[in-house]
């Protein structure tokens, strides 16, 4: 009797990574296209993290997601690097080929712009954007809606050299966005700003402070947290409070983990199975 052969194994690679619902949403299609795949959580320490990187192939590991913090460490590791991933020094995606040939690709970007115009139907054209963070995910994001002609963008980032970084190289790609970065939240003026995104990891334990002050959150700001657990962070509560339009980041996760899947199987993704089993796995948290 012929043995069947062993599910490839994918993953998501990150600490802390046990929160992440990516297992529920990559599983859920493996099985709806008879992929013969599992995904798990790599939840891997900086010590632990170039020997994992260096013997995927030899562990059966044919790709990787990468979340918070290493989207930027990854990058050392990898061979071939897409257009978006040598603009932002970012990845969040690696295939990984034949004698650990490691690819990276970043879908963050896309998958914030996605879930923003498709399903929230934010117009990005000529707005005026605040974003916390300058990171991984903040430089894929920020890179977007520069590409997607916001008017003018905000950085804040407790490392003013990162924020000030990623400002000068949207001014230099996108001219016609006007990139600046701020030096202390605190001078942070939403007046005339449509768009404040949380892309820093604040907001994800009950005791974090809220980011922003509540008297700068009112009605026509869209505020967006790229955190989806907890679902509602206190920003996102005081937001909504105030009056202003809110939402978190597990369509975002959807998207991104979607074009994710089609690089790691060749396959379209099956968006609505993906969907309906975050919308699971959040009922469970």
């Known amino acids: 009797m012929q043995k069947s052969p062993s599910p490839k194994v994918y993953g998501v690679l990150g600490y802390p990574a046990k929160h992440s619902l990516s297992p529920r949403m990559h599983n859920a299609a493996f099985r709806a296209l008879n992929i013969n795949a599992e995904y798990v959580i790599f939840e891997k320490n900086r010590e632990e993290l170039e020997d994992f990187l260096s013997s995927l192939s030899k562990n059966n590991i044919h ?3 990468v979340t918070i913090p290493y989207k930027e ?3 050392k590791y990898l061979k071939w690097k897409s257009p978006e991933v040598r603009f932002t020094d970012a990845s969040n995606t690696i295939e990984v080929k034949d004698n650990n040939y ?4 970043n879908t963050d970007g896309i998958g914030f712009h996605r879930h923003l115009t498709r399903d929230l139907k934010f117009k990005i054209l000529g707005k005026n954007v605040i974003i916390l963070g300058a990171g991984g995910a903040a430089k894929a994001i920020v890179s977007q809606l520069a590409r997607k002609g916001a008017k003018s963008i905000i950085i804040y980032d407790i490392d003013i050299n990162k924020s000030s970084k990623l400002a000068e ?3 230099n790609e996108f001219p016609e ?3 600046s970065a701020l030096s202390h939240l605190e001078k942070i003026n939403t007046r005339g700003i449509e768009l404040l995104i949380n892309a820093t990891p604040i907001g994800m334990k009950d005791s974090d402070p809220c980011l ?7 009605p026509g700001l869209f505020v967006y947290e790229l955190i989806y657990n907890p679902a509602q962070t206190k920003l996102l509560r005081l937001a909504k409070e105030r009056g202003a339009t809110v939402s978190n980041g597990l369509g975002m996760l959807l998207y991104q983990g979607a074009l994710s899947f089609e690089h790691f199987t060749g396959e379209s993704a099956p968006l ?4 309906q089993a975050l919308k699971e796995g959040v009922a469970k948290l």
């Open 177 to 179: 966005c006007q990139a």
């Open 63 to 65: 790709g990787l997601n």
């Open 169 to 171: 190289k949207i001014n």
């Open 212 to 218: 922003i002050a509540p008297d700068k959150l009112r």
């Open 102 to 105: 490691l690819k990276g690709w």
């Open 73 to 75: 460490e990854v990058l």
């Open 272 to 275: 609505e199975i993906m969907r």
